[in-house]
């Protein structure tokens, strides 16, 4: 039962480099999203998804894009990385667009960006 | 700008004592409330979901209140267990274009000492 599956778990990354964080769920659901946790900081919205080929932005987007061809995977890209973007990245999917539903999350990727 | 406020910070308990952690919210329109357990490295878990027309919710030996007159919700752990060591998130949605977006807190971090 692997549910919302991360990879990679770490990246280190230089300033300018581009890279794909990927994220895949098991589950059929059809609510995606990305968020990043910051130290002494809530999780923040990245971007959103509410079903394959339908995505919108969180509450901070820039630097960041994602696409959803399918209900399974949700993958999220950094165009070009800044420090600023160092982070830990969560995703989540749920099966009701969040409200009676629960956000099921994956274990993150922890990105250092130099 | 919609906020959820948590204290304390963090918290040092004896294993086998009961604890409270506070969650205040000025999110509005309020939808639903949730507090997430997060262990260490690891992506958050939901353990339970509080709705404007509840006040209490319990889920062994966590308890959640809420107070939808004055935005407050709290939970309650009883006769703690080490595994009890962790962060924990409330968490707030509100509707936003046919979904809805979660608010986070910032967390407690809970310690367990034997």
């Known amino acids: 039962n692997a549910g919302v599956t991360q990879t990679p778990k770490f990246q280190v990354l230089k300033t300018g480099q581009s890279m794909t964080l990927q994220c895949a769920q098991d589950?059929?659901?059809?609510?995606m999203s990305w968020y990043r946790q910051d130290p002494g900081m809530g999780l923040r919205l990245i971007h959103y998804?509410?079903?394959?080929?339908?995505?919108d932005q969180g509450e901070v987007p820039n630097g960041y894009n994602v696409s959803r061809s399918t209900t399974e995977d949700f993958p999220l890209r950094l165009l070009s990385a800044a420090p600023s973007q160092t982070s830990v990245y969560f995703c989540?999917?749920?099966?009701?667009?969040?409200?009676?539903?629960?956000?099921?999350f994956g274990n993150g990727t922890r990105l250092t960006v130099t | 700008k919609n906020q959820v406020e948590q204290s304390p910070q963090s918290l040092i308990i004896l294993e086998g004592k009961n604890c409270t952690l506070q969650?205040?919210?000025?999110?509005?329109?309020?939808?639903?409330l949730r507090w997430y357990k997060q262990d260490t490295g690891r992506g958050p878990v939901s353990l339970t979901i509080?709705?404007?027309?509840?006040n209490t919710k319990s889920n062994g030996r966590y308890t959640a209140t809420l107070d939808a007159d004055t935005k407050q919700s709290s939970l309650h752990i009883t006769a703690s267990q080490l595994s009890d060591s962790a962060s924990y998130i409330c968490?707030?949605?509100?509707?936003?274009?046919?979904?809805?977006?979660?608010?986070f807190g910032r967390g407690t971090s809970l310690i367990v000492h034997p």
């Open positions: 989540a999917s749920s099966s009701g667009a969040g409200y009676n539903s629960p956000l099921h």
């Open positions: 589950m059929n659901h059809e609510y």
């Open positions: 998804s509410v079903g394959a080929g339908i995505t």
């Open positions: 969650c205040n919210y000025t999110v509005s329109p309020f939808s639903n």
């Open positions: 509080m709705t404007f027309s509840e």
């Open positions: 968490v707030v949605s509100l509707p936003s274009g046919g979904s809805y977006i979660p608010t």
